[in-house]
Each structure stands twice: as C-alpha cells, then as structure tokens.
C-alpha cells in the first residue's frame, strides 16, 4: 500500500513537471518592454504614479471599498449559511489578522499593492497544530515568485529588504497571495504596462504647474537690436523673472531699452487645450484601474438617470472581482481543500449602508415574501431585536396559488355548531322520547 502511495506520488509530480516545463525558475509578470522614463519626458513608477490625482483616486477607491466590507468565515448548514463567529479564523478576517493591523487596514494594503504591483502578499503564521492565528503583510518588492525545476512546487523568496540580499523561503501554502489581472501565478504590474499613459497624464500636471508658476504667460524671446554684455543681458533675465515668475507676478508690464522687441515662440493653455488633455486623462486612467470615473469625482457625463446604474456596475464590474479573490484565496489557504463545508465570504450589502432608501426598500421586499423577520432586519441594522415575537415571518394573505384563482371564489363552509350548543346523547334521547309520548297522548282512538 505504501509502495502504491509512492508511484502515485511521483507519477503526479512527473505530470504536474510536464505541465509547469515551459514555465520559467522566475514567473514574469511583465511581457511587454518597459522602462521608467516616459516618451513624455517624465519617470513613472508605482511610486511616483501614485502623485497622479487620478491615481490616488483610483487606488483610494478600490482599497477602501473591499475592506469595508464585512468578511465572514461562513459555513454551509441545513437552508443556507451562517456566520462562524467562535471560530478563530473569522476573528483574522472580520477583526484582526494580527495584533498590529486591522482587518480593515490589511486588505485595503494588500489590494493597495496588487493594484500598483500586481501582487498583494501576507505570510500564514500558523501554530504548532497547522492552524492560521496570524496573518503579516509582505511588501511586494521583497517578494520573489520561484517554482523549483525539479519538483514543480511553487515557493517565494522573501529578501531582507527592497533592495535584495539574504532572506527565507515560504512554502506556497503559506503565503496568502492576492494577484491581479494577469497570465500566470504573478499578476502583471498595471503601472508598467499604463506608463505611457500615465506619462503624458504627468506631463500634463507639470505643465500646468509650470505655466502658472510662470506668471501664465507663454514662452517670450527678447530680441536686443544692439548687442549686450554678459552683465547687461543677467540683468536683463533677472528684471523678467523678478517681473513675471511666479503666480502672484502675472500681467505686469516690461520696459525694455536697448530698442528690443519682444515675440511670442509657445502656445497659451487655451491653444494647448490643457483643460480638455486633463478632464480626457482622467478617463483614460480610469480604464486602466476598471473604476467609473464618477467614482473619481468625474461628472462630467453623470447624469440623474443613469448614476444610479453606474452605481450597479461599480458594484458588478469593479469591487466583486477583487472581493472574489480575497474569498477564493482565504477558502484554500486558511481552511485548506477539506473544508468541512467552511468558506469565506464578504457581504457586499454593506455597501447599501449609506443610502437609506434603498435599504428600506430591500428589507420591505424581504420581508413581504417572508424571507425576513423583524429581528432579521433590525440585526443588520445593529438594533436590538424584538424579542421571540420578532422571530416571526409573515406574508401577505392575499397571495394564493393561481390554480385557486382560476377555480373561481370558493364558499366557506357552515361552521359547525359550538360543543355547549349540542345537547348531550341521554337528554337529547329524553327529550325524543317525551315528544313521541305527547304525540300519542293526543291521537284519537282506531275503530275496528
């Protein structure tokens, strides 16, 4: 038996091998040239992107939405689920993964670092039994994914610093890995595939920022007809920059000697259409990041009408993919593939919590099919509940089978008569046999 669970072993490694062969020691996560400074001129990095108001907007937006939202170990019982508030992994995800981050601080980092760099990572600490009682943020430039030629196994390397030198390996289980978009096991860096974009976007801010900072006039030449000395033409340069840099120096007026003409060699903000470049880059960074530019304080095509399915789809097209992976992730790596019916699940209604309409509106739909009962409702609301008597479901009466619709109004029986009416079997039998007594009393005599 043995001998068997060995060849099975190893003809599995031989397969997985043959499948992962093709796969480098190192998986890329870049597969497009890249390098930092921009045909724009200006150098982009996760970091220096991040300087991009639209960038921060978008980052801020995602990270803080997904951990916001409450995240429960669940387990399935008889007519659904419910939350496994004694067990000790709910306590990492809905409380506190480890004695110096929140819940809420852990997953907006990790989402935070898998959109910048692809990659969100936090080593499982477990305790002597292989149970999960910590989990601790990795910042991604310490991290290196590996998969060992001979085995196939995936592991990481973990360095020391961002800078390199000696570190550890953890085990591929023990690694609790948020990737982002991508082909394999490390999610592509949005920021180096984004660059250009993101390139001009900076541009763009520097440009502004220089040409308000230079008074908001455009680039000048002073033409002397006759020739200056070195001296006389740094007073000259020092006399216009004293006069026009810097916003408060703006529209002042330049007298100028030696019979010199001034000309006009740039474009004004409004040629260049700088407002246009800004409010069209918001959008285009938006389609990198997946998030409604409304979301980013962009309304420029909001409307009444349609906000509210914009809304929708934040919902459905940004914030449920990366809730997605942080449940798949925590099913298999803190409950492991037999999980006894256990999983992990964030509760996106929280994001209703705000608009009190629409979740009165839920709550009375729930409860007019009775799905939900008054204390249902009043503990998603952090309420007190009603007692045992706001256990009870209800539903509205009028709601029948359409069989019975169709078969037309049914008559009510005639209720049968109360028990203290019907006289009891001895005194209704007295009082027959009194009535036939009476009757024959009053009869007249037959005559033969």
């Known amino acids: 038996m043995l001998e068997g669970f060995r060849n099975s072993l190893a003809q599995g490694i031989a397969i997985l091998a043959q499948r992962v062969s093709t796969e480098p020691r190192y998986p890329a996560s870049r597969r497009v040239p890249s390098a930092p400074r921009t045909l724009a001129g200006v150098t982009i990095t996760p970091d220096t992107a991040v300087t991009i108001s639209t960038v921060w907007a978008c980052l ?25 508030d004694k067990n000790p992994i709910d306590w990492l995800l809905y409380s506190r993964p480890n004695p110096e981050w929140s ?95 993101l390139g001009w976007a900076k541009a763009a801010q520097i440009f502004g920022a220089a040409y308000f900072g230079n008074g908001a006039t455009p680039t000048v030449v002073v033409k002397n007809k006759k020739a200056l000395s070195v001296d006389g033409l740094k007073a000259q340069r020092a006399e216009f920059d004293n006069l026009f840099k810097g916003p408060y120096r703006s529209n002042k007026a330049a007298f100028l000697d030696n019979d010199a003409d001034i000309e006009t060699i740039s474009l004004n903000a409004a040629e260049t259409q700088l407002i246009e470049v800004h409010m069209y880059l918001v959008e285009e960074i938006c389609r990198w990041f997946g998030v409604p530019p409304h979301k980013v304080m962009h309304l420029a095509r909001a409307t009444f009408s349609n906000i509210e ?54 709550y009375k739909g729930m409860e007019f099919v009775g799905a939900y009962s008054p204390n249902k409702i009043l503990q998603l609301e952090d309420e007190n509940t009603l007692g045992p008597d706001g256990d009870i479901h209800v539903m509205q009466q009028q709601m029948v089978p359409l069989e019975f619709i169709a078969k037309g109004p049914v008559t009510p029986a005639a209720p049968a008569p109360a028990a203290a009416d019907t006289p009891a079997p001895d005194q209704a039998a007295t009082n027959a046999m009194d009535d036939f007594n009476r009757i024959l009393a009053s009869s007249e005599p037959v005559h033969g």
């Not at 801020?60 to 496994?84: C, D, N, Y």
């Not at 991508?182 to 984004?194: C, K, R, S």
């Not at 099913?331 to 309409?357: E, I």
Request: aromatic share 12%.
């Open 60 to 84: 801020r937006f995602i990270s803080q939405t997904v951990a916001g939202l409450p995240w429960h170990a669940m387990a399935k019982v008889k007519g659904g689920s419910e939350i496994q």
């Open 103 to 197: 819940s809420f601080q852990f997953r907006e980092t990790l989402t935070h670092w898998a959109l910048r760099w692809g990659n969100g990572y936090a080593e499982i600490e477990r305790d002597t039994l292989g149970r999960p009682f910590a989990l601790w943020p990795i910042h991604p430039e310490r991290v290196k994914v590996c998969r060992d030629p001979n085995t196939a196994v995936l592991y990481y390397e973990v360095s020391n610093g961002p800078g390199g030198g000696a570190g550890i390996e953890i085990d591929a289980a023990d690694m609790f890995h948020i990737r982002g978009f991508g082909e394999g096991v490390v999610g592509v860096n949005v920021i180096d595939y984004a660059a250009q974009s």
């Open 309 to 362: 399915h914009q809304a929708i789809e934040v919902v459905v097209d940004c914030i449920t993919p990366w809730a997605k992976r942080f449940e798949d992730e925590g099913n298999y790596k803190l409950f492991g593939q037999n999980r006894r019916n256990l999983f992990t699940k964030m509760n996106m209604n929280a994001l209703l919590r705000g608009d009190m309409k629409s979740r009165m509106e839920f």
